[in-house]
């Protein structure tokens, strides 16, 4: 029996490697993030699109309202009212494109299989890549509001950090909600098909194109659970107040509660399989 036990121990050893005590709680998602900062780093054009796309759209959205006339009734020009919105819905919506792609692209290659098979929960896996894609969110954010306030001259009577601030945890936003649908995709194409079912309804609901007062009752309930409406909200309160206000908090704290939720639905439905 005793030489039964020790062949048995000695095949096990040889499966899964010898005894001894799991990853150190953390390591597994640092191990995660630090990958994905890597290939972020190693990709030149998604780099590019974090980093320099916002701010050029800006720019654009410069120039088509740089000779629009500001009306008597208006406090500040068109330029600076839809700016600052932008300013946050800009970043949303270029972190959920490369979030939904990259998952999806670890999916189909088989990347996502073998990780799953290693001691990585799923909670590390996203959490590794909410916080890698969380980083180049908080580089796009400062690059567009740089560019925004200090080269094309957007103003707002708050403090041009509380900008950057909402349209990082916007774009955090958009970081999770990328995760959770690539979880429902099985090709990068089906991934970018979900931008918009996504995105596009928040866009025309969270009151850039008419105050969410003004909407029709049904759809200002709608509104009402579309977290891209919060970070408008909050934007707009920066633009008028010198002080950041509780409703601006309140705000930010509702768009940073569904980034979380959205993270921990993709963690409970992320697939190990990729067929």
Not at 228 to 238: G, K, N, P, T
Request: with cysteine.
């Amino acid at each position: 029996m005793s030489d039964q036990r020790a062949s048995t121990a000695t095949t096990d050893t040889r499966r899964n490697g010898p005894a001894g005590p799991g990853p150190r709680p953390g390591m597994a998602y640092l191990a995660t993030t630090t990958r994905i900062l890597r290939q972020l780093r190693n990709d030149h054009r998604t780099v590019a699109m974090i980093l320099v796309v916002p701010a050029l759209l800006m720019t654009l959205l410069y120039f088509v309202y740089q000779d629009v006339p500001a009306t008597p009734a208006q406090e500040t020009t068109l330029f600076d009212r839809v700016g600052i919105s932008m300013l946050g819905i800009l970043p949303f919506i270029v972190m959920f494109l490369i979030t939904a792609i990259a998952m999806q692209r670890e999916r189909t290659s088989g990347t996502l299989e073998r990780l799953l098979t290693t001691p990585l929960s799923k909670l590390d896996l996203l959490g590794g890549y909410g916080s890698a894609f969380s980083l180049a969110a908080a580089a796009q954010a400062v690059v567009a509001c740089l560019v925004s306030f200090g080269l094309l001259g957007l103003e707002a009577a708050g403090n041009p950090g509380w900008v950057v601030l909402i349209a990082m945890v916007d774009a955090i936003l958009g970081v999770a909600l990328g995760l959770l649908c690539s979880a429902f995709a099985r090709t990068e194409f089906q991934a970018v098909q979900f931008m918009p079912l996504v995105a596009a309804p928040q866009i025309f609901l969270c009151g850039l194109l008419v105050p969410r007062s003004q909407l029709p009752d049904w759809l200002e309930v709608i509104s009402n659970v579309m977290p891209l409406s919060y970070a408008v909200d909050a934007l707009h309160e920066v633009s008028v107040h010198t002080e950041p206000t509780g409703l601006m908090w309140r705000d930010l704290a509702i768009v940073a509660g569904f980034a979380a939720v959205a993270l921990s639905l993709g963690a409970a439905t992320l697939r190990r399989r990729t067929a």
